[in-house]
């Protein structure tokens, strides 16, 4: 426990609130054993959450973040998956330790996940009230009744309208939006300590992911959950998250606050990234010469066959003999900033 | 001055059939009455969420479906009523690229093959002639010209997009159609393809008009932007005066939700619409948007607002600018 204190009061920056990390993940390897050989899906990750924050997990197709969500939930498909190495923390448990029947009483109860396409991760069969009801049944040991009962609460909490009425819908009667709210009311039914939400907006329209962002906030504040928010979309990450984790190729590159990673972003990919969305209220004022966005060049090594050294070397701009040597360690450049690159102090300086 | 391409009062309605003779038990009004134009090398931007017919519209000003009601002009010459061997010229000039480059490439077609299509269709030039052609747009795209014999389950997405992209290039069209081009991609690919993009427009002068959902995207590529809702285009301006003026609630509450990556963006205030996009099989009466809008008055109920000028080049179709331009928005009536 002494051990864990020390590591958290390493990671959190001088001023802000040291929150208690609730979940702890060190060293994570989760590999797939395919024919086209061991895709290192996640090759080494650590991090932790803390009660009340939004961690945002960042990273491309393939770089990872979901694999690692599904890791913590024990939810990898074996085979071809497997998690080969490392802890996950939860509670003072490895959860890695625990028995199938142990974790099912973690899953939707203390941890809890939602998705990106409510249409796919929703039962059609069932009306989304005997969803939400099952794990409160399951759970919290209530009568069917009640689980009802507190069924339709939960649709209100999320604001759904006519709650009484949509207890007993199918899924495909309801909108996209709505789906996702009652994704959401199911994910936290039992009032979770960790919601892990995977891309929960991304099949959204915006002014629904709107919707759903701010009923995220609003439950938190309530709930004093911790969110693992994964996205790709480094606005909903500024927007939302309060720090940051940037995964590239199965690895962390770099974990800081919200404001130091988009203020002075210290890993090349991190860097890259921002450089590569278009921005709104630039590109608005932009005239007949449009800059050209900073491309990255080239494209994600395949998993199966990472290149030796730093992944992202055959990539970067900075790159040299150093990075495909070796593999860069994370360095604490400033409180709480981790960066895996030989060159952060060069990328840091510029950036000032 | 003629227009590239212009359309007037262009609509859509997919007929919904029903039972075991298929009668028509209704409409979808995916395309409602929509005006537009492109200018030559301009790059006219059309924005909207899911299902308000955004990708309809490219699809009927190409004549790929057939206009419900409208007419379409190219050039100036109005080519609603032609057939398909009339319309052979104009396609030549008019080529779409399309969202999802798993879908719209034959995965039986070598890449070669794909990108030639078009040539050996219009007949132009001879077979070694063709080759050469499809080398160079290879080459132009960014594609290795040995990638030719390769099918199209060998490429990436990214690689994908570009072969789609030297297909749309074969005939040196005037217009390209771009159908959520980059919406599939990772952000760090969805950059190449849109430096590429841009590079070909500046190259080639060409025009486009680029469908996507993505208000960033669109506001970087795009000379002026219509926004449309529910089958209609309610916005239509330059970007600099849809960012800094939107005259349309919907464009406001849009601009508003779209998340911006820096580090200041969590203090922003936003305008959260309450509500679904309502079906375009039974589209609301008056203004399409009055369900939704924090600012709907009694009359948004029936009564349909005109699309017109209310400044200089920046046309809406709302009702709160009837008593003369109101902005901001939110600014109470009569201030």
């Given at each position: 426990m002494s051990q864990a204190t020390a590591v958290e009061q390493a990671r959190s920056a001088p001023g802000a609130e040291p929150g208690r990390a609730i979940l702890e993940i060190d060293n994570l390897q989760t590999h797939f054993f395919t024919s086209a050989g061991v895709v290192r899906a996640v090759d080494g990750v650590s991090y932790a959450v803390r009660s009340g924050e939004t961690l945002g997990v960042v990273g491309e197709s393939g770089c990872g973040k979901s694999v690692t969500a599904l890791s913590i939930l024990r939810l990898v498909a074996d085979p071809p998956g497997r998690i080969v190495g490392g802890t996950i923390r939860f509670a003072g448990n490895n959860?890695?330790?625990?028995?199938e029947s142990e974790m099912e009483g973690i899953r939707g109860n203390d941890i809890s996940m939602i998705f990106q396409e409510p249409m796919t991760s929703l039962n059609p069969l069932m009306t989304v009230g005997r969803q939400i009801s099952e794990a409160i049944a399951l759970h919290r040991g209530l009568s069917r009744r009640d689980a009802r009962d507190q069924a339709v609460e939960m649709l209100r909490r999320v604001h759904i309208p006519e709650p009484e009425r949509r207890v007993d819908a199918y899924p495909h009667q309801l909108s996209g939006g709505m789906r996702q709210r009652a994704m959401i009311a199911m994910a936290v039914s039992c009032d979770p300590k960790v919601l892990i939400a995977d891309e929960p907006t991304t099949a959204l329209d915006v002014t629904i992911q709107a919707q759903i962002l701010d009923l995220m906030r609003e439950l938190q504040d309530r709930l004093a959950t911790a969110i693992m928010l994964i996205t790709h979309d480094m606005g909903v990450v500024a927007e939302n998250a309060d720090r940051v984790v940037v995964m590239y190729a199965g690895r962390k590159v770099e974990e800081a606050s919200a404001e130091a990673l988009f203020e002075q972003p210290g890993h090349p990919y991190t860097k890259g990234l921002l450089g590569s969305i278009p921005n709104l209220e630039v590109a608005a004022h932009t005239g007949a010469r449009r800059p050209r966005l900073n491309e990255i060049k080239g494209m994600v090594p395949s998993l199966a066959d990472l290149p030796r050294g730093c992944t992202f070397a055959p990539r970067c701009a900075f790159a040299t003999a150093e990075c495909e040597a070796a593999s860069p360690p994370l360095f604490q450049?400033?409180?709480?900033h981790w960066i895996a690159c030989w060159h952060a102090d060069r990328l840091l300086d510029g950036a000032t | 001055m003629t227009a590239l391409l212009e359309v007037r009062g262009l609509k859509k309605h997919f007929p919904i059939h029903k039972g075991v003779f298929s009668h028509v038990s209704g409409y979808v009004y995916a395309v409602d009455g929509v005006s537009l134009h492109i200018d030559r090398g301009e790059t006219l931007g059309l924005v909207g969420e899911s299902g308000c017919g955004k990708s309809t519209v490219g699809r009927t000003l190409l004549k790929l479906l057939e206009p419900t009601e409208g007419r379409i002009l190219a050039n100036g010459d109005d080519i609603t009523d032609l057939d398909a061997a009339q319309m052979l010229p104009y396609r030549r000039q008019m080529q779409m690229i399309y969202q999802d480059p798993y879908a719209s490439l034959n995965p039986r077609m070598s890449a070669g093959d794909i990108v030639g299509e078009p040539l050996t269709i219009h007949r132009v030039g001879a077979p070694r002639e063709r080759r050469e052609r499809v080398a160079h747009l290879f080459d132009r795209v960014g594609l290795r010209p040995e990638a030719m014999t390769a099918f199209p389950h060998e490429f990436s997405g990214g690689q994908r997009q570009r072969i789609g992209i030297a297909r749309a290039l074969a005939l040196n069209p005037e217009l390209i159609v771009g159908d959520e081009p980059v919406s599939a991609l990772d952000v760090s690919i969805q950059a190449q393809i849109i430096n590429l993009l841009m590079d070909l427009q500046d190259e080639f002068k060409l025009s486009y008009l680029f469908v996507a959902h993505d208000l960033a995207v669109v506001e970087h590529i795009s000379d002026r932007v219509a926004v449309m809702y529910l089958g209609r285009i309610v916005e239509t301006t330059d970007k600099t005066s849809l960012f800094?003026?939107?005259?349309h609630p919907y464009t406001e509450a849009l601009l508003s939700a779209v998340p911006i990556p820096?580090?200041?963006?969590?203090t922003r205030k936003r305008v959260i619409l309450t509500g679904d996009v309502p079906s375009p099989i039974n589209p609301p009466p008056g203004c399409h948007f009055h369900a939704r809008c924090p600012y709907a008055m009694a009359r948004c109920r029936h009564e349909v607002p005109l699309f017109r000028e209310v400044k200089p080049r920046h046309w809406a179709a709302c009702h709160?600018?009837?008593?003369g331009v109101k902005f901001p928005l939110a600014a109470p009536a009569g201030a």
């Open positions: 959860l890695l330790d625990l028995s450049h400033r409180a709480g | 800094e003026m939107p005259l820096k580090a200041s963006a969590k709160l600018h009837d008593g």
